[in-house]
């Protein structure tokens, strides 16, 4: 991956050209702590106290949400992979020809159901599931986020791509049947 | 071959290619498709949707570490989603009704174009005098990331540009089941003009809810088959999450290289293989 090597790299054309670089540089490692943020707002201004810190409470419950859902999925998914294999793993593997899956996989409410009736493929299923989930549930919150700080620019943009989720897994599912 | 077997050598080489995508940053989705259809002899259709399956996997894992750190452009991802999800279901929805021949020409022509892409030399950081632009100061798009140095701020630019190239991504993403991670970082490096290290973390970040948006399409159709993807996801993840840590520090160069001649060589093949009348 790229490094940011030299230093004097950075540093000469910022003191060349202060006016392109409103933040002045700070001297230690930003953090996530308080001192960092308070320094933020020395340059950015007093309005901007509630937004820069509600940012960053939504930056860190996006991430911890996205770590957990992939976490439970994974653990869901390998469940059922044991479980799977323990019954069908002698069975021929043939993915050589497709022949689509079954109706009872491709809906949420269907692998549901599959899963009660003991399916064990299902509980895999399951996990894509949730996994596919995490997204959206990601794009929810911050929705929720925005409509909160009355940043109404942004609970649009945040509602179309929901849309747009919700149209493919919702509606993509009747469109098919 | 039984489940069992195959299932351990799939999930060894997604494993491989979770690693090798995540250390030359190229996204393992690239490689998985092309290795279950020419490897494995799998349908390209199965294939497409197990590597989606893995690709929002990544990106979530991924991008939880990203944007603790401070990379990722919260606000522009959110807002370029809008692009990226809209072609996302475009691209699924032709996926639907187009031939496999064509699926797989056109992924061949996607990976040839990743390969290419990797070699080139990343462009230089820029420092702009040209005045801010007035819809990226009313949309807030504008960030700071952290250095060694201290937070540094950039500006956004070409927003239409990189717009309409987020709409390609999507397209190609929902198309053939890839991030097309290599598409989204030139958009904001090149168009926008955005850092490298933001423009990386915040296509990742991205990437999922592209990946999702296509996923239902996909789910629905039948392509997402529990078995297959199973090993794929298991695979590919911890594959990736270990090419990340040994990112720091190694020499990634050499690997470029051989890492871009493989995944040609797997495009000519697959591509021969399939106007031939193989798989």
Redesign the interface.
């Known amino acids: 991956?790229?490094q940011?090597d030299s230093?004097s790299?950075?540093?000469s054309?910022?003191q060349s050209?202060s006016n392109?670089?409103?933040?002045p540089?700070?001297?230690?490692?930003?953090d996530?702590d308080a001192g960092e943020i308070s320094q933020?707002l020395e340059v950015a201004g007093e309005s901007q106290v509630a937004e820069v810190s509600s940012?960053r409470q939504?930056?860190?419950t996006?991430?911890?949400l996205?770590?957990y859902?992939?976490i439970l999925?994974?653990a869901t998914?390998?469940i059922?992979?044991v479980l799977?294999?323990i019954r069908?793993?002698?069975?021929?593997?043939d993915?050589?020809?497709?022949r689509?899956?079954?109706?009872m996989?491709?809906?949420p409410a269907g692998v549901m159901s599959a899963v009660l009736s003991g399916s064990r493929?299902?509980i895999?299923?399951l996990g894509?599931?949730i996994?596919?989930a995490?997204?959206?549930l990601?794009?929810i919150f911050?929705l929720i986020t925005f409509l909160r700080q009355r940043d109404f620019?942004?609970v649009i943009?945040?509602s179309?791509?929901l849309s747009?989720?919700l149209?493919?897994?919702?509606g993509?599912?009747f469109?098919?049947? | 071959?039984?489940?069992?077997?195959?299932?351990l050598l799939v999930w060894m080489g997604s494993f491989t290619a979770g690693f090798l995508g995540a250390l030359t940053?190229l996204g393992g989705g690239v490689v998985i498709v092309p290795l279950?259809t020419s490897v494995?002899?799998?349908?390209i259709?199965?294939a497409i949707g197990a590597s989606l399956?893995s690709v929002?996997?990544t990106?979530?894992?991924a991008?939880?570490?990203y944007?603790?750190k401070?990379y990722?452009n919260?606000?522009l991802g959110?807002?370029l989603?809008?692009a990226t999800?809209?072609g996302?279901?475009i691209g699924?929805l032709i996926a639907?009704f187009v031939s496999v021949k064509a699926l797989t020409v056109v992924l061949g022509i996607v990976l040839l174009y990743s390969a290419y892409l990797s070699q080139q030399p990343?462009p230089d950081?820029y420092?702009?005098?040209e005045p801010p632009d007035p819809l990226v100061a009313?949309?807030r798009l504008n960030g700071?990331y952290?250095?060694?140095?201290?937070?540094?701020?950039y500006q956004v630019h070409s927003l239409p540009v990189g717009f309409s190239l987020m709409v390609l991504a999507g397209v190609i993403s929902g198309l053939l089941g890839i991030g097309s991670g290599s598409l989204k970082v030139l958009a904001m490096d090149q168009a926008m003009r955005l850092p490298?290290?933001v423009s990386?973390t915040t296509s990742n970040f991205m990437i999922?809810?592209t990946?999702?948006?296509?996923?239902?399409?996909y789910?629905?159709?039948?392509?997402?088959?529990?078995?297959?993807?199973?090993?794929v996801?298991?695979g590919v993840?911890p594959g990736a999450l270990l090419g990340a840590k040994v990112?720091v520090g190694a020499r990634?160069q050499v690997l470029r290289v051989i890492f871009s001649l493989v995944l040609a060589a797997m495009a000519f093949k697959m591509v021969y293989n399939s106007l031939h009348g193989g798989i």
């Open positions: 991956m790229y940011f230093r790299q950075w540093l054309p910022v050209e392109v670089v409103p933040f540089l700070q001297q230690k490692a930003p996530c933020d940012d939504l930056q860190l996006i991430a911890n996205l770590k859902g992939v999925a994974t998914v390998f059922g992979a799977y294999l069908h793993g002698a069975e021929p593997a993915y050589h020809i497709f689509g899956e079954p109706s996989f491709c809906s493929r299902a895999i299923q894509l599931l996994l596919i995490t997204p959206v990601r794009v911050s620019t942004y943009v945040t179309v791509v747009g989720l149209y493919s897994l919702i993509a599912y469109r098919f049947q | 071959m039984s489940i069992l077997e195959f299932t940053g279950l494995f002899g799998v349908d259709r199965y399956v929002i996997a990106s979530a894992g991008a939880s570490a944007i603790k401070g990722t919260l606000r959110m807002f989603e809008v999800t809209v996302a279901i699924a639907t990343r950081e420092f702009d005098s009313q949309l700071t952290p250095t060694a140095d201290g937070a540094i701020s490298f290290k990386t999922g809810v990946a999702a948006a296509s996923a239902g399409v789910l629905a159709r039948g392509y997402i088959d529990p078995g297959l993807s199973m090993p996801m298991l993840v990112l990634t």
